[in-house]
């Protein structure tokens, strides 16, 4: 029988971790502050892993200007990434600026629930874990091994969360920094507002739960 994982549920604190990486050994909780990206992939020397880190190293600056830090893993030693690391940035012509986790004994990859025996019973899926500043799990996608991120999705996805919580407001479909946002909608019946009432604050009324606006 197979063992069970434990899964990480949102808005609860992401469950805290100490491990050896390619930048020294790290604890989760020392990146309170700072949000992090976490992001596992299966396998050091593959392809579509390659791309990607090559991919998350190309836009680092924009990660760190969100306050983000990356956060690699997988079921490799140091020695393992630190030779594929090394490899990588001559091969694309750039730096792995980012620590990457060795969980040869996949203690954070069960924690987090990136063990997906259908797939693989030895590599890690690959997953993205939005964590916040306060060390809450915000946000999580998981995609099959052979498909590789969307780095664009993961900054878009940074940028809503944290527009959210800084307007206390919500980010609708294919947002985009600069686009409308989702005011919240009334909460009781004396508080619907009609589409006049809503225009003469400033909003977009499209009816008496969806209006929008301008940031």
Known sequence: MSEVQTLPRLNEPAPDFEANTTKGKMKLSDLRGKWV???????????????????????????????????????????????????????????????????????????????????????????????????????????????GRNISEILRVVDALQTADKYAVSCPADWQPGDPVVVPAPATADAIESKEQSEAKGLEYKTWYVRTKKL
């Open 37 to 147: 990206v976490l992001f596992s992939h299966p396998a050091d020397f593959t392809p579509v892993c390659s791309t990607e880190f090559a991919a998350f190293a190309r836009r680092y600056e924009e990660f760190e200007k969100r306050n983000v830090q990356l956060l690699g893993l997988s079921v490799d030693s140091v020695q393992a990434h630190l030779a594929w690391v090394h490899d990588l940035e001559k091969a694309f012509d750039l730096k792995i600026p980012f620590p990457v986790i060795a969980d040869l004994d996949m203690k954070v990859s069960r924690m987090y629930g990136m063990i997906h025996p259908a797939a693989s019973t030895t590599a890690t899926v690959r997953t993205v874990f939005f964590i916040d500043d306060k060390g809450i799990l915000r946000a999580m996608i998981y995609y099959p091994m052979n498909v």
